[in-house]
C-alpha cells in the first residue's frame, strides 16, 4: 500500500469529468512527478486530492485512510499540503509574515520550523521583512513552498513550480525541492519542464486525456522512446 494512492479517480467540473480512471501510487521516500500535454487532467489531479473538486468514482487514501472529498483544512490538519501554480503568495506581506500565515494552524512554537524554513531557502534570509510582491518569481516560488512547509506537510504538492522561471531559478527551485524531499517529505508535482523533473523524480506519470498512458520510475520514462516521442518532444 503506498503513502499516497488514488483507485480509478474520475473527477472534474460542473459534471464533465476531466479525470477518467487515474491510477497514482508514491511512497514516503519518493518525489513523483506528473506529465502530460496540457488538459490532460495534470492539475485537476493535485485540486482532487486536496478537495478543491468533487471526487465523482474512486478513492484516494492518505497513509491507508480513505481522504476522499475532505476538506482542505482538514487534509491540511492531516498532514497534507498544496502550492498552487498562481495566487501563492500574499503579495501585500513580508516573507516572514507569510511563513507565519503558514503556521495558522499550529498552536505551539513553530520558530524551529521557521528556522528550518530558511535554512532550506537561503536567499529568503535577506529578504525577511521585504513584501512577497517584490520579489523575483524564483523567490516567491520559495515564500510559497516555504509557507506550505510550516504546517510541517508529510506530503508537498506542487503545481508547476518552475512555470515563468528563468532557466536559473528552474534549477534552484528544483535542487530545494529535492532537499525537502531528503528531508523527510513525500512531493508529488505537476511539471512543464517533463525531461528535467523526471530526471529527479523517483515516480513519474504520464497522463493523456485523464488517464494514465505510462507509469513507471523517472529514468524508465525518460529511456522510453514511445514516452520520449508523444510526450517530451523526441
Known sequence: MGFVELKSVTAGYGGVPVLNGVDISIEQSDIGVIVGPNGAGKSTTLKAIFGLLKVQSGDIL???????????????????????????VFTSMSVDENLQMGAFIRNDDFSGTRDWVYD???PLKEKVRQKAGELSGGQRQMVAMGRALMSRPQLLMLDEPSAGLSPRYVGEIFEQIVKVNQAGVAILMVEQNARQALGFASRGFVLASGRNSFTGTGRELLDDPEVAKSFLGG
Not at 491507508?64 to 476538506?71: A, I, R
Open 120 to 122: 532550506m531557502f537561503p
Open 62 to 88: 492518505f497513509k491507508g485512510e480513505t481522504v476522499t472529498n475532505f476538506e482542505p483544512d482538514r487534509l491540511v490538519t492531516m498532514g497534507l499540503g498544496l502550492v498552487p501554480q498562481e495566487m501563492n
